[in-house]
């Protein structure tokens, strides 16, 4: 059973890593491969830029990638990009016991 679970592990890591990387160069502007895995933007021009060019990527989706992709549809319209995040409204961690003090209320 630990063998079947340290391989079924492995292929979830894999697969994980290797979206990531996918996602990267798809979606991150002028992406390249580097041994520090660096990327950031500095100014606010250039965070717009950023979150435009993912936005057009992700609207282009069904012309320039080779999986297969679909839209969610409502009502006969395909839905846009929807970008959101969502926070515990209050959270704290005691590290002297490694514990968790956590709101469940979610902020969106």
């Known amino acids: 059973q630990l063998v079947v679970f340290g391989l079924s592990n492995q292929m ?6 290797e979206n990531t990387v996918a996602f990267k160069h798809l979606f991150l502007k002028g992406y390249m491969d580097r041994m520090d895995d660096t990327y950031a933007v500095y100014t606010q021009t250039d965070v717009y830029d950023q979150i435009f060019f993912a936005i057009n990527q992700y609207l282009q989706l069904p012309n320039i990638s080779v999986g297969n992709h679909a839209y969610e549809k409502r009502g006969g319209e395909e839905t846009a ?3 959101c995040q969502q926070f515990y409204k209050r959270g704290a961690i005691v590290p002297e016991n490694d514990t ?7 902020v969106t």
Do not use: G, S
């Open 81 to 83: 990009l929807a970008v």
């Open 12 to 17: 979830v890591v894999a697969f994980k890593e």
């Open 100 to 106: 968790f003090d956590i709101d469940p209320e979610i």
